[in-house]
């Protein structure tokens, strides 16, 4: 793995890495496994004047190459063995957050829909859904500072994992409302894996409501379910 990527989290299903370049650095990175690389915060990359991104080895003159920024919460998906070059052209450091999948679907596209819309309550679990394709639903989850609604809950379905990208602390409401169900409190980088079991979609133990439990930041999360 290249030195720049910091392993978070890793077991058969998934390896959650946190990518930081400082000013002025660049990697250069086969992807062993399709790959989510979700941007934290804006970010500033160093590319060709045709768009491309600038690689390693800095070959291209100062009038060839040009910044683009790039947003926060961007996902970009990479096949396996993808050649993956990133240059910080920006002053702060630039971050991503890597999934790794490394096992096919477990399930058709059908059945992922059959399993999705047979679940009792929301199968929205985050606040936006940012990227899906067959391998995944990639969800941010964001809630200002004390913000969110225990009285609608979110129905969990499929495996999944989420990683903190600050300091957080989720509330958890039972399916009915009802606090107490439990009070995470994390650290940036703190990464949870869930398994869910077969008929997840009608066991009300799976669904849950949330309410950030900080009154003055906000609650920054990121979540990848798998098919």
Request: aromatic content about 10%.
């Amino acid at each position: 793995m290249t030195s720049a990527l910091r392993l978070l989290f890793d077991n058969n299903r998934v390896r959650v890495s946190d990518l930081r370049l400082n000013e002025g650095e660049s990697i250069r990175h086969t992807m062993e496994y399709p790959t989510i690389r979700w941007q934290v915060d804006d970010g500033i990359q160093l590319v060709k004047a045709n768009g491309e991104a600038q690689e390693n080895d800095h070959s291209s003159t100062s009038s060839e190459l040009s910044t683009q920024l790039i947003p926060d919460k961007t996902v970009v998906f990479e096949d396996a063995e993808t050649i993956c070059d990133i240059s910080n052209g920006g002053r702060s450091i630039l971050r991503q957050i890597w999934f790794e999948i490394k096992q096919e679907p477990r399930r058709s596209e059908a059945e992922t829909r059959r399993i999705l819309n047979s679940a009792i309550y929301s199968t929205d679990v985050g606040t936006q859904l940012l990227f899906e394709n067959r391998y995944c639903r990639v969800w941010d989850f964001y809630l200002e500072a004390g913000g969110g609604d225990p009285s609608e809950p979110h129905h969990h379905v499929l495996d999944y994992v989420f990683v903190y990208v600050a300091k957080g602390r989720l509330l958890g409401y039972t399916h009915d409302g009802k606090p107490g169900l439990f009070d995470s409190i994390n650290d940036d980088c703190d990464v949870s894996w869930f398994d869910l079991p077969d008929g997840a979609e009608k066991m009300v133990d799976c669904a849950h409501g949330g309410k950030n439990g900080y009154d003055d930041i906000p609650m920054r999360e990121y979540l990848v379910e798998l098919k």
